[in-house]
C-alpha cells in the first residue's frame, strides 16, 4: 500500500509542477516559450526532472541531475554561437553533460554508463514531435517493469517511478501545449538507462553473466528503443528526410539512423568527421541500411554553394 501511494504522490507531483511550469514559463517568455504551434512553453519537462532527482535513489538521481542541470542550462541559454568554435553553446553544456554520466557513471554502472548517456540522443529526436517522446517512456518503462517483476517477483520498481513520472507530465505533451525541451527528455532518458541497466545487472545475478552480458542487453534496449521511436514518427520523418535532406525514397535503414545520428549533436559530430567533404552511397544494401542518412553532411562544400 506504501509503494501504491508513493507512486500516487509521484504522478501527482509531475501532473501539478508540470501546470506550475507551463504558467511560469508563459508568463517569462524568452527562450522557455517558443512559437511553435502558436505559442508554446518549452523545457516543462524541468517538472518530471525534479520528480526523478526526487524519488530516484543514488547513484541514479546523481547522472539524472548531472545532465538535467546541463541541459536546462541549454534550454535557457538557447542557440548562441562560440565565438571562432564550431558548436553552440547549448551543445557544449549538453556534450559536457553527457561525457560527465559517462565519467561518474563508470564508478557506479562501469562501461554500461556509455549507453546510459547515449540513450539521450534517440529521445532528443523523439521529442521533436508531441507525444512521442511521452509514448516511448511510457512504453519502455512499462515493459522492463514487467521484466523486472518477473525476475524478482517484486511488482514494484524505479521503472514505476519513471512511468508515473511520465504520466503525470504527459497529457500536455500530447496535445502539443508544452514541450519538454532538453532537460526533460535528456533526464528521461538516462532514467531509462539506468533502470534498462538495473534490469541487466539483474539478469547478470540470475544468470552469472559477466559486465559483457548487462552491456549487451542494455545495447539491444536502446536499438528497441530508437526503433521504437523510428516506428512512432514514421511519418514526419520520412518527409523531413525527403523534403529536408533531399534523401529520395528513404529506406527504415534512414529513419533508424536519423534516429540514432540525427539532431544537432550528431550533424556536430560529422562537421567534426567529415568536414566538408560530401559522401555518396550508391549500394543498395549501403541505403537500405541507412548510410545516405548516416554520412548526410550538411556542411559539404556542395550543400554550402547551393544554399548560398
Known amino acids: 500500500m506504501d509503494q501504491i501511494l508513493l507512486l500516487i504522490l509521484i504522478f ?56 538535467g542541470l546541463m541541459a536546462f542550462l541549454d534550454d535557457v541559454i538557447g ?5 571562432s568554435l564550431p558548436f553552440e553553446l547549448g551543445q557544449l553544456s549538453r556534450g559536457i553533460g553527457m561525457l560527465l554520466v559517462m565519467i561518474v557513471g563508470y564508478l557506479y554502472f562501469g562501461p554500461v554508463s556509455i549507453l546510459i548517456a547515449l540513450m539521450i540522443q534517440p529521445l532528443n529526436i523523439a521529442d521533436m514531435q508531441p507525444g ?33 513520472a511520465c504520466l503525470g507530465y504527459a497529457p500536455l505533451d500530447y496535445r502539443g501545449k508544452i514541450m519538454m525541451g532538453e532537460v526533460g527528455n535528456h533526464s528521461f532518458a538516462v532514467a531509462l538507462g539506468i533502470i534498462y541497466a538495473l534490469w ?73 568527421v567529415l ?9 543498395s544494401l549501403g541505403k537500405q541500411l541507412g548510410l545516405r542518412r548516416l554520412f548526410y553532411n550538411p556542411y559539404a562544400v556542395s550543400r554550402l554553394e547551393k544554399n548560398s
Open 12 to 67: 501527482l507531483l509531475s501532473a501539478v509542477l508540470t501546470l506550475l511550469f507551463k504558467f511560469l514559463f508563459t508568463r517569462w517568455g524568452g527562450n522557455l516559450y517558443t512559437k511553435i504551434r502558436e505559442g508554446t512553453p518549452r523545457a516543462v519537462g524541468l517538472a518530471p526532472f525534479l520528480v526523478l532527482l526526487l524519488f530516484f535513489p543514488p547513484p541514479g538521481n546523481y547522472l539524472i541531475a548531472i545532465i
Open 79 to 83: 542557440r548562441k554561437k562560440i565565438k
Open 132 to 164: 512521442t517522446a511521452c509514448s516511448t517512456i511510457i512504453i519502455m518503462s512499462s515493459i522492463i517493469a514487467v521484466l523486472l517483476y518477473l525476475t524478482t517477483g517484486n511488482p514494484y520498481s524505479l521503472a514505476l517511478v519513471v512511468l508515473a
Open 200 to 272: 541487466g545487472i539483474t539478469m547478470s545475478n540470475s544468470y552469472n553473466w559477466d559486465s559483457a552480458g548487462v552491456f549487451l542487453m542494455v545495447l539491444i534496449l536502446l536499438i528497441i528503443t530508437s526503433i521504437l521511436i523510428a516506428l512512432l514518427r514514421w511519418n514526419n520523418l520520412r518527409s523531413f528526410l525527403e523534403d529536408e535532406l533531399k534523401i529520395e525514397n528513404p529506406y527504415f535503414g534512414d529513419l533508424l539512423m536519423d534516429v540514432l545520428t540525427g539532431g544537432g549533436l550528431g550533424d556536430l559530430v560529422r562537421r567534426l
Open 275 to 283: 568536414k566538408k567533404r560530401e559522401i555518396k552511397i550508391e549500394n
